[in-house]
């Protein structure tokens, strides 16, 4: 029987693979700690990862922002629809018991930070919908300066605004 010692679990890393694993348990858990079980992975490791890279933070936020919405969904289903509660004993058994009231503390707890990544997203969104249009005027305004510039110099059309080929004013 081969015994792996803890110096080379250390230098047998997991490659990047991990990360999509660890984002998806988060998504469906909104807890880091199973999250990286889930991964395989030590918890260290992503907190590690969320300081140095920015992209992975932001999937990481993305990630708990889903979960969040999802637990969101869960509870309203709960309490719209209720829960099984005791009676029948083979039901009682197979049902699965929740903390509402830890769900609400956790929805509370993170609900600010919920909110400030939707909002960095919604402006993300916006400064992006802002660039798309300012793109297709500055895109419009080339075509009528070029449009603008071969009609005067074809001399054939009057260009509004603008003096006629003979050098007189144009015609109102």
Do not use: C
């Given at each position: 029987m081969v015994k792996k010692s803890a110096a080379g679990a250390a230098r047998r890393r997991p490659g990047p693979?991990?990360?999509?694993?660890?984002?998806?348990?988060?998504?469906?858990?909104?807890?880091?700690a199973?999250?990286?079980?889930?991964a395989?992975?030590?918890?260290?490791?992503?907190?590690?990862?969320?300081?140095?890279?920015?992209?992975?933070?932001?999937a990481w936020f993305d990630a708990l922002c889903e979960g969040y919405d999802n637990l969101e969904m869960?509870?309203?289903?709960?309490?719209?629809v209720g829960e099984l509660e005791g009676?029948?004993?083979?039901?009682?058994?197979?049902k699965?018991?929740?903390?509402?009231?830890?769900?609400?503390?956790?929805?509370?707890?993170?609900?600010?930070?919920?909110?400030?990544?939707?909002?960095?997203?919604?402006?993300e969104d916006e400064e992006a919908i802002f660039a798309s249009i300012n793109a297709k005027l500055d895109a419009m305004q080339a075509r009528e300066q070029t449009i603008t510039a071969l009609v005067e110099e074809d001399g054939v059309y009057r260009v509004s605004g603008g003096e006629q080929p003979d050098g007189s004013?144009?015609?109102?």
């Open positions: 693979q991990w990360r999509k694993g660890f984002l998806d348990a988060l998504a469906q858990t909104s807890n880091v199973a999250a990286a079980r889930r395989k992975v030590d918890v260290s490791m992503p907190y590690r990862l969320r300081r140095q890279d920015p992209e992975f933070a932001a869960d509870l309203l289903h709960r309490l719209r009676g029948d004993k083979a039901k009682a058994r197979a699965r018991k929740f903390d509402n009231g830890t769900a609400f503390r956790l929805l509370a707890a993170h609900r600010e930070t919920v909110k400030r990544q939707r909002a960095i997203r919604e402006i004013e144009p015609l109102s």
